[in-house]
């Protein structure tokens, strides 16, 4: 079983029409193809930060025009999962169709229990949604944006616990299915006496990712993303790619420095997690390298 994160099934397209991010979306399918085509039974997740910008807008504009309230961060998590998995669905079906494979592919929208106790909560630092010049008053914390561009909602970054549901997204992919699930790192609840109730918070894609493969004993831990692998001392005149990082190794590179926040080093630290609790390996690549069987950089143990 192969369990993938990463945002690079919509990185295209992020702002375009339906057509133009449907095309997106099956290019990178053709490539998850190779997989399917090699035995693989596919667990997929994907981000959504820039699709939850756009509904926060959109709810915002309607708020400003219509007088419509806006909704929760749960709530555009949901909706944006939602219609992702819809994009990647039909993507899906049609190139798995025009190769003469039959699989269903099954869309399941998550929920992601977080520590209501997380020390996130009380110091969210996750910019969200639309810039204002003046902090609005509706109890939500704002921050100005560092780029200098106003101020900005600012939420809580929890770590993942639990997957809800993982073990019948496990099951279904067992049977041969190819599941999406997980979809923008999970929509945050907190487990309540009445049940679990979201809360105003962004999980981390890869490691909410990585969780549902520790837990559904998912053999590799594919992290797709725009670079064919990853390297140290990016962008600069020593640059070299790595093939391969133990845990240790990767461990050392985190600790120096070498990869970005908000870019390689949280998809270095999902890898990190897969292989420390039970994954064989976690390879972080571009989804147009996965027709080779070597591709990308792979953390091991």
């Not at 910019?127 to 909602?153: C, H, I």
């Not at 990853?230 to 420095?257: I, S």
């Not at 998809?267 to 989804?287: H, L, P, S």
Request: charged letters at 20%; aromatic letters at 6%; a negative charge.
């Amino acid at each position: 079983m192969v369990a993938f994160g990463g945002n690079a099934l919509l990185r295209a397209g992020q702002k375009g029409s339906f057509a133009e991010q449907l095309e997106n979306v099956e290019r990178t399918c053709g490539q998850l193809r190779h997989l399917v085509e090699r035995g693989y039974d596919l667990v997929i997740g994907h981000g959504n930060g820039p699709q939850v910008g756009n509904v926060m807008l959109q709810h915002e504009a309607g708020r400003k025009e219509f007088g419509l309230p806006a909704m929760p961060m749960d709530f555009c998590g949901a909706e944006t999962q939602g219609s992702i998995a819809y994009l990647i669905e039909t993507g899906l079906e049609k190139v798995l169709k025009e190769a003469g494979i039959q699989r269903h592919v099954v869309s399941v929208v998550t929920r992601v229990e977080v520590s209501a106790d997380d020390p996130m909560f009380p110091n969210p630092t996750k910019f969200v949604g639309p810039y204002y010049q003046e902090a609005p008053q509706d109890g939500a914390t704002y921050r100005p944006d560092p780029r200098g561009l106003g101020w900005r909602k600012v939420v809580a970054s929890p770590r993942p616990v639990k997957i809800n549901n993982i073990d019948i997204v496990e099951q279904l992919a067992r049977q041969g299915h190819i599941v999406i699930t997980v979809g923008g790192g999970g929509i945050p609840v907190v487990a309540t006496a009445e049940g679990h109730r979201g809360v105003e918070a962004v999980i981390d894609k890869d490691l909410a990712s990585a969780l549902a493969a520790v837990t559904m004993k998912a053999d590799e831990f594919y992290i797709l993303t725009d670079v064919p692998k990853v390297f140290v001392n990016f962008h600069k005149p020593e640059e070299r790619p790595l093939d391969v990082m133990t845990v240790a190794q990767a461990r050392e590179y985190l600790a120096q420095g070498q990869f970005a926040e908000g870019s390689m080093a949280p998809k270095v630290r999902a890898g990190i997690a897969f292989v420390e609790n039970g994954g064989k390996q976690c390879i972080i690549t571009e989804a147009g390298a996965l027709e080779d069987p070597s591709c990308g950089t792979r953390i091991i143990r």
